[in-house]
């Protein structure tokens, strides 16, 4: 996925004051939000992996061995 706004950032071989706001601006509204998103679907990921290796661990325990 590329951004437009990375690429041009990273191109750029000099930084005018009036890019540098909007590109503040930018990591701020776009890309933070993107940043925080991801780190909550990391928890609850990690959450998820936790509450399937209880479920898994509880269903050996219960299993009847043939």
């Known amino acids: 996925m590329?951004?437009?706004m990375l690429?041009?950032?990273c191109r750029a071989n000099t930084l005018q004051s009036h890019f540098f706001?909007?590109?503040q601006r930018y990591c701020r509204d776009v890309i933070?939000?993107?940043l925080n998103e991801?780190?909550?679907l990391l928890e609850e990921n990690a959450r998820l992996k936790a509450?399937?290796?209880k479920l898994t661990a509880k269903k050996a325990r219960t299993a009847v061995p043939a």
């Open 21 to 23: 706001r909007q590109f």
């Open 7 to 9: 690429d041009q950032f």
């Open 51 to 53: 509450d399937l290796e």
């Open 38 to 40: 991801r780190e909550a």
């Open 32 to 34: 933070q939000p993107k």
């Open 2 to 4: 590329e951004d437009p």
